[in-house]
């Protein structure tokens, strides 16, 4: 095993979150967004599946959310494995390389049932949030403490079974979505005191059980920062079920918005259901969004509602491809990765600089098959400009990956 940071001190949980805002400036110094200056490691999770063709392995979890494997600033990361038999459990890896396993108090461990443990974020505190799938299938919320200490939650209200946690910041404050009496996606915020705002919002033409376009998706809470603002979407109620950006203020007052260039067709707009929204520290977000010719494309909305569009060099027709559940990350200095779809149907990872730079690339082992629609999924990114994500092989077995920053040599 291989350590981020090999001389890393143990994390203490800061008392004041706005040490961040020195620790991301000193950080701008080593992010330079050139992949091919970047070494990439394998990470398998001790007791991961490997049969072949059965998408076992680590971070193999698409389950109510994409596929997440997270860093936070330290180097700790957490995910989700497979194992052989067929049950989810989380993980952490530590900065010095270290996995701890663990499973949620009520997950369903029976073999062959593909439920289990699904971790979905981690702060810089250590401190690790998602879901656990009972034996009935129902998805339950978890928080771990830095020591393995669990709380476990459902969002009040809402229909039992059906809590989501997405994002998690500094302070414990937890977002994501829940699905209330009606069955539509509604967002939630967890406060650090256990206590819930749920629905986190709720905006005019936000499609509900009243909508007349019958049965739609709704509303979902993202990404939270350390100063209480929420990244998030919604489907209207116009009949063609378009996706919108929103931003929730820590006061909790919602913001709407949406790309310039965006479609107003079926299933496009800024974002699509599922999508990942990531806000960083200073209030810009990242996403993506649909035209009207159904292509897909990055958009960059800085805190004072500027907008940047982009495309990755090398995808094909479609565009990004984030037509359903896809993850993007972004880190407090503006460096964005994700993933992108070619036109030989080969995911790759791709990089974009604070200065808008898109680089892309491809984990050592990824099946880059044509037509097998593998390849590599970038999936977040820290302030050092650490990547983690997974990317699955010619045996169909997924591994996560940690590609080091372009001086972490």
Same mark, same amino acid.
């Given at each position: 095993?291989?350590?981020?940071?090999?001389?890393?001190?143990?994390?203490?949980?800061?008392?004041?979150?706005?040490?961040?805002?020195?620790?991301?400036?000193?950080?701008?110094?080593?992010?330079?967004?050139?992949?091919?200056?970047?070494?990439?490691? !394998?990470? &398998?999770? @001790? *007791? +991961?599946?490997?049969?072949?063709?059965? =998408?076992? %392995? /680590?971070?193999?979890?698409?389950?109510?959310?994409?596929?997440?494997?997270?860093?936070?600033?330290?180097?700790?990361?957490?995910?989700?494995?497979?194992?052989?038999?067929?049950?989810?459990?989380?993980?952490?890896?530590?900065?010095?390389?270290?996995?701890? !396993?663990? &499973?949620? @108090? *009520? +997950?369903?461990?029976?073999?062959?049932? =593909?439920? %289990? /443990?699904?971790?979905?974020?981690i702060n810089d505190a250590g401190a690790i949030t998602g879901l656990?799938?009972?034996?009935?299938?129902?998805?339950?919320?978890?928080?771990?403490?830095?020591?393995?200490?669990?709380?476990?939650?459902?969002?009040?209200?809402?229909?039992?079974?059906?809590?989501?946690?997405?994002?998690?910041?500094?302070?414990?404050?937890?977002?994501?979505?829940?699905?209330?009496?009606?069955?539509?996606?509604?967002?939630?915020?967890?406060?650090?005191?256990?206590?819930?705002?749920?629905?986190?919002?709720?905006?005019?033409?936000?499609?509900?059980?009243?909508?007349?376009?019958?049965?739609?998706?709704?509303?979902?809470?993202?990404t939270i920062n350390v100063f209480g603002t929420i990244a998030g979407?919604?489907?209207?109620?116009?009949?063609?079920?378009?996706?919108?950006?929103?931003?929730?203020?820590?006061?909790?007052?919602?913001?709407?918005?949406?790309?310039?260039?965006?479609?107003?067709?079926?299933?496009?707009?800024?974002?699509?259901?599922?999508?990942?929204?990531?806000?960083?520290?200073?209030?810009?977000?990242?996403?993506?969004?649909?035209?009207?010719?159904?292509?897909?494309?990055?958009?960059?909305?800085?805190?004072?509602?500027?907008?940047?569009?982009?495309?990755?060099?090398?995808?094909?027709?479609?565009?990004?491809?984030?037509?359903?559940?896809?993850?993007?990350?972004?880190?407090?200095?503006?460096?964005?990765?994700?993933?992108?779809?070619?036109?030989?149907?080969?995911?790759?990872?791709?990089?974009?600089?604070?200065?808008?730079?898109?680089?892309?690339?491809?984990?050592?082992?990824?099946?880059?098959?044509?037509?097998?629609?593998?390849?590599?999924?970038?999936?977040?990114?820290?302030?050092?400009?650490?990547?983690?994500?997974?990317?699955?092989?010619?045996?169909?077995?997924?591994?996560?990956?940690?590609?080091?920053?372009?001086?972490?040599?």
């Amino acid at each position: 095993m291989e350590a981020l940071y090999p001389n890393a001190e143990p994390i203490q949980k800061p008392r004041n979150p706005l040490f961040l805002i020195p620790l991301a400036l000193l950080f701008v110094l080593t992010m330079t967004g050139q992949a091919n200056a970047q070494r990439i490691i !394998t990470i &398998d999770a @001790p *007791g +991961a599946g490997a049969t072949t063709n059965s =998408y076992q %392995g /680590t971070v193999s979890a698409c389950y109510f959310t994409d596929c997440s494997v997270l860093i936070n600033n330290f180097g700790a990361i957490t995910g989700a494995y497979l194992d052989a038999n067929n049950v989810y459990h989380g993980f952490v890896r530590s900065p010095e390389g270290k996995f701890t !396993t663990f &499973d949620s @108090p *009520g +997950a369903d461990l029976n073999a062959q049932d =593909y439920n %289990g /443990t699904f971790p979905n974020a981690i702060n810089d505190a250590g401190a690790i949030t998602g879901l656990y799938v009972d034996v009935s299938g129902g998805a339950h919320g978890f928080l771990r403490t830095p020591e393995g200490a669990f709380t476990t939650f459902d969002v009040p209200k809402g229909i039992f079974g059906s809590t989501t946690p997405i994002g998690l910041n500094l302070e414990g404050a937890i977002v994501g979505r829940y699905a209330d009496q009606n069955g539509i996606a509604r967002p939630f915020l967890r406060n650090p005191d256990g206590t819930f705002s749920a629905p986190a919002w709720s905006v005019p033409g936000e499609c509900d059980a009243n909508s007349a376009v019958g049965p739609c998706y709704g509303s979902g809470a993202f990404t939270i920062n350390v100063f209480g603002t929420i990244a998030g979407g919604y489907e209207d109620n116009r009949g063609n079920f378009v996706a919108h950006g929103i931003l929730r203020g820590a006061d909790g007052t919602p913001t709407t918005y949406e790309v310039p260039g965006a479609g107003t067709g079926l299933y496009q707009g800024t974002g699509c259901p599922g999508c990942t929204r990531a806000v960083n520290i200073w209030g810009a977000v990242t996403g993506y969004y649909i035209d009207p010719s159904n292509v897909v494309h990055g958009y960059v909305r800085s805190a004072s509602g500027k907008f940047t569009t982009y495309d990755v060099p090398g995808a094909g027709p479609q565009g990004i491809n984030c037509y359903a559940d896809c993850s993007v990350g972004m880190n407090d200095e503006g460096a964005i990765t994700g993933y992108y779809l070619d036109a030989n149907n080969v995911n790759h990872g791709f990089l974009r600089s604070p200065e808008g730079k898109v680089t892309s690339f491809d984990a050592p082992g990824a099946d880059t098959t044509p037509n097998d629609y593998n390849g590599t999924f970038p999936v977040s990114i820290n302030d050092l400009g650490a990547v983690t994500g997974y990317y699955v092989d010619a045996n169909n077995v997924i591994h996560g990956f940690l590609m080091f920053p372009s001086n972490g040599e």
